[in-house]
């Protein structure tokens, strides 16, 4: 089994943000940690005594205003007293044990008492020495709770959904919004694939046209240019609509199908493809007929079993489809599918070109390869189809 693409995000480059740009983060993904009375931006503005961001929880439960009374009336005094946090960001690509416990010693002596708990955040990760010194060093200074935060856990934080718009407002990233695309993406999928179930039935004529080219319905004169550099639009013939979009006739050829179900042979003279000729407006009207009696003569003089049809086909994604009028106009008077704009030499097709050789018989269907190693002659060659089998060689169903 061949290996499967996956497609992820890259790291988040913390250590790329401002200084003041990642203590705004920090402090924005505090917020839901603990219920704040106040949460002080007190690193802006310098001179922070080695406070970053300074946090009042609330402890006691939170005084609330009876209804009627007097809005003028001063809040009453909490319960107890707001647990004071300190909070330290620092933007560094590594930090070692001995740093970070220098970190809480730099901690002014006369601040000490007054903290309950630290939270230090930093855009590089820790190493498990460093982490457990830290919270040994805090509880030796008589700190009740010790976090430490660093680049993973704030990814962690900041890849759930509650977070998701702090995620795009300094990342530009938003996996909300991926997920919103993708979803509108398989309904409108879904959607155009009924859309073509209900207005494309099989074996009707259908016109796909590029809506780009204003020159529909007239072919361009210049008759030096390719048949599809005339007019980007074409009509074929609808298979039906299929699990990767809707099929189309490219070429139907007589076939011959041997009694060993490997050896095969196809009229490469003749094409009753994609549609008949009076089915489309633009066809030149000029053929060989002569050369389509003679294939059908060989055709006919074969049992009924041997007697086969050789199929290429065109896949039209549903995704590559903008829409579906299935009144047509004056000049193509079925179904008009409008695609993406034709580029290359499929245009709004699959590369792949998928081929079906199956017998005629009713009661004893039979399908072969179209291998090139089993292919014989029973029918004449002609020198503009040589590439043709080479093609579509191994894309047969």
């Known amino acids: 089994m061949p290996p499967i693409t996956s497609k992820t995000l890259g790291q988040l480059h913390l250590e790329d943000l401002e200084p003041r740009r990642f203590e705004d983060l920090v402090r924005q993904l505090l917020y839901d ?33 009876e209804a009627g009374e ?20 620092k933007r560094e690509k590594v930090i070692g044990p001995t740093k970070l416990v220098g970190y809480l010693e730099d901690i002014p002596a006369g601040e000490r008492a007054e903290i309950h708990g630290v939270i230090l955040a930093a855009a590089c990760d820790f190493s498990k020495k460093a982490r457990d010194e830290f919270r040994y060093k805090a509880r030796a200074m008589g700190f009740y709770e010790t976090h430490l935060w660093g680049k993973a856990e704030i990814e962690d934080q900041l890849f759930q959904p509650k977070n998701d718009h702090l995620l795009f407002a300094y990342f530009g990233v938003s996996l909300l919004v991926r997920r ?33 080219d204003h020159r529909y319905p007239y ?6 240019l390719p048949l599809i550099g005339r007019g980007r639009w074409k009509p074929l013939r609808v298979v039906g609509c299929f699990h990767d979009g809707v099929h189309f006739v490219f070429r139907r050829r007589f076939a011959f199908i041997d009694d ?16 008949e000729k009076h089915e489309d407006p633009w066809k030149d009207r ?6 389509r009696q003679e294939a059908m003569a060989i055709w006919n003089a074969l049992p009924e079993r041997n007697r086969a049809w050789f199929e290429t086909r065109l896949v039209l994604p549903y995704e590559h489809i903008l829409d579906v009028d299935e009144e047509g106009d004056e000049f193509f008077e ?13 245009g709004p097709f699959r590369n792949e070109i998928p081929v079906e050789l199956k017998n005629v018989d009713r009661w004893a269907p039979c399908y072969a390869r179209a291998r090139k190693e089993h292919r014989v002659a029973k029918f004449p060659r002609s020198s503009d189809n040589a590439d043709e089998l080479s093609e579509v060689e191994g894309e047969d169903t």
């Open 180 to 212: 919103r695309t993708l979803k509108t993406e398989v309904r409108a999928r879904l959607a155009m694939k009924r859309k073509c179930k209900r207005h494309l039935t099989p074996w009707m004529a259908a016109l796909v046209r590029d809506p780009t």
């Open 334 to 346: 079925r179904a008009h599918i409008y695609t993406i704009p034709f580029e290359g030499n499929m």
């Open 260 to 275: 060993d179900g490997e050896h095969w042979d196809f009229a490469e003279t003749m094409d009753d493809g994609p549609v």
């Open 33 to 65: 940690f603990r219920p704040w009375r106040m949460l002080e931006a007190t690193g802006r503005a310098g001179s922070d005594d080695g406070f970053d961001a300074r946090g009042f929880e609330i402890v006691g439960p939170q005084p609330s205003v």
């Open 70 to 89: 007097d809005a003028d009336q001063e809040e009453a005094e909490p319960s107890s007293p707001d647990r004071l946090w300190l909070i330290q960001c």
């Open 286 to 291: 000029e053929s060989d007929e002569a050369a």
């Open 219 to 224: 072919k361009d004169p210049d008759r030096n």
